[in-house]
């Protein structure tokens, strides 16, 4: 089975406990160097087929994460991802540095949040700089927004990166009906949720055609199809993001469902479909060989 | 432990510019007034949080003002509908308070009837923007019922221990009349459980997710000390 994860941001395991224990591992809100109140409220809004966020990285900071924080997540006994960000390449650098002698099981580089200024570093450079502060697997999550998502992938993929975290949110607007005036208080904000769902899709398929890396598919999954589209498409492993905050029951459900929806295409594993979105043509699916493949 | 299920919708009850939504309870816990449950409208990406208005024997009612897409969604659901519900979530008013009096804006006066059935007989102040929506003041029997222009802080009386939901300017001005009060706060929410960090709001100066400290929070919680001061 190929791991489930929350994408980062959309589960507090210290609130909810049961919930990331019912994830393979679980992805802590993105970290700062320093601790940040996040944007002013309205920080999310309802669209059509998805929602609308900037929080803004709300997080306690680096210090009182590492000693307040993630002891009490490593007691949960689900392996932790940490999440980190930052302005520039040396935040990103410290903060690995700091995470390397600690029990977490792998760093993801989130180097493409909306809702605050970008790092002033390209991709490439961010990930070496982590690279050089730590030996622990590292996954960069990068923006559905670039032009050439595949190109800075290979970028990141030469800079030293484990593995692709895709994607992140893509920056939206929305107005009140009443006043047209933006909804959130920075105008715009991240979207995610349904309407993400081709976008992703899309930006796995290409990440994995360039690079070949483990790559966390995420983006719009709210059933075991969404996963299996995703791990067809290149991912190693899904993560659920929106979903689970209308239904914090949705890991166990969509488990199960990728189980069986991959099993009704003669797939043992659903982890046996991954890549298969980039087969030839004329190569069928197991569920559509009438007669057994021979085996020399 | 989350709590989630969808239960069937066993009526949805007009009430003036409001409807009441009933549901069977299945197994969820009623919670204490002023703690609050998601309900996910049919064809919405998120859920909305309500807290409970009532708790007949094996429903729960909730009191919906179809202002927007999702409770309009909502007071369009027929009986025997499925209805997924999540709760309840949040810290609720303390009951053990021993002159209370429930104070209520608008849609706001929804936990207070919960919280009247649980208090026994508690006297209650409720306003209202229009009499159609005071018609939803005969959830709450003996309640004064006030309607704009006249404001709800007008009748205050004072040596009370006041817990009270409505607008967030009747809120304001509930806090700097009565320091001691519990008030019910509202911001929008993804989640209700601690996930989302949408429903941020100040909170002892800092932003602070609603869900996880309140709904439910104190007058100082809320004013700035220089306010209440003044």
Not at chain 1, 102 to 117: K, M, R, T, Y
Not at chain 2, 48 to 54: P, T, V
Not at chain 2, 202 to 211: A, F, K, P, V, W
Request: glycine share 10%; proline share 10%.
């Amino acid at each position: 089975m190929p791991p489930l994860l929350n994408a980062s941001g959309c589960l507090d395991a210290l609130a909810a406990p049961d919930v990331a224990r019912s994830l393979d591992a679980f992805v802590t809100k993105t970290v700062t160097p320093l601790p940040r109140d996040g944007n002013a409220p309205v920080r999310i809004a309802e669209i059509d087929c998805g929602m609308l966020n900037t929080i803004g990285l709300a997080n306690p900071g680096l210090d009182d994460f590492v000693c307040d924080t993630l002891p009490r997540l490593l007691e949960l006994g689900v392996p932790v991802w940490v999440s980190v960000g930052g302005f520039r390449a040396g935040d990103y650098a410290e903060s690995c540095a700091r995470l390397d002698d600690e029990g977490v099981e792998a760093i993801e580089l989130n180097v493409s949040c909306p809702n605050v200024e970008s790092p002033v570093e390209a991709t490439e450079e961010i990930v070496a700089a982590a690279r050089a502060a730590t030996a622990k697997p590292l996954f960069t999550k990068l923006s559905p927004q670039l032009p050439d998502v595949a190109a800075v992938a290979l970028a990141a993929a030469r800079a030293g990166t484990d593995g692709l975290s895709l994607v992140n949110t893509l920056r939206g607007l929305a107005l009140d009906p009443r006043t047209l005036a933006p909804v959130l208080s920075t105008a715009t904000g991240g979207v995610s949720g349904p309407v993400l769902r081709p976008v992703a899709l899309a930006a796995v398929h290409a990440c994995y055609a360039a690079t070949g890396l483990p790559i966390v598919g995420m983006g719009g999954v709210e059933t075991g199809r969404h996963a299996l589209d995703l791990i067809a498409a290149g991912a190693s492993a899904c993560a659920l993001g929106t979903i689970l905050f209308r239904d914090p029951d949705a890991p166990a459900r969509v488990r199960a469902e990728l189980a069986r929806t991959a099993f009704r295409l003669g797939l043992e594993d659903p982890l046996a479909a991954r890549g298969l979105a980039h087969r030839e043509a004329e190569m069928p699916l197991p569920s559509e060989t009438k007669i057994p493949a021979k085996v020399d | 432990m989350l709590r989630r299920e969808a239960p069937s919708v066993v009526a949805v009850e007009p009430l003036g510019a409001y409807s009441l939504l009933r549901v069977e309870r299945a197994t969820l816990e009623c919670g204490d007034p002023g703690q609050f449950f998601m309900l996910t409208p049919p064809g919405r990406t998120l859920p909305r949080a309500f807290s409970l208005c009532l708790a007949p024997p094996g429903e729960l009612a909730f009191l919906v003002d179809p202002v927007g897409l999702g409770t309009r969604a909502l007071v369009e659901l027929q009986p025997g509908d499925r209805l997924p519900v999540l709760g309840p979530l949040g810290r609720g008013f303390r009951l053990d308070v021993p002159r209370p009096l429930l104070v209520g804006g608008g849609i706001g006066i929804a936990p207070l009837v919960y919280a009247a059935e649980r208090l026994g007989r508690a006297p209650a102040i409720l306003g209202f923007r229009t009499p159609e929506h005071a018609k939803a003041a005969s959830l709450l029997q003996g309640a004064e019922v006030v309607i704009e222009p006249t404001y709800v802080t007008e009748r205050l009386s004072p040596g009370r221990d006041v817990l009270a939901c409505g607008p967030e300017p009747m809120l304001h001005a509930v806090a700097c009349l009565a320091p001691s009060a519990q008030l019910a706060w509202e911001a929008p929410m993804a989640c209700g459980y601690g996930a989302c960090f949408g429903c941020a709001v100040e909170i002892r100066g800092r932003l602070r997710r609603l869900c996880v400290e309140g709904p439910v929070l104190t007058a100082a919680d809320v004013v700035p000390a220089e306010l209440e001061a003044a």
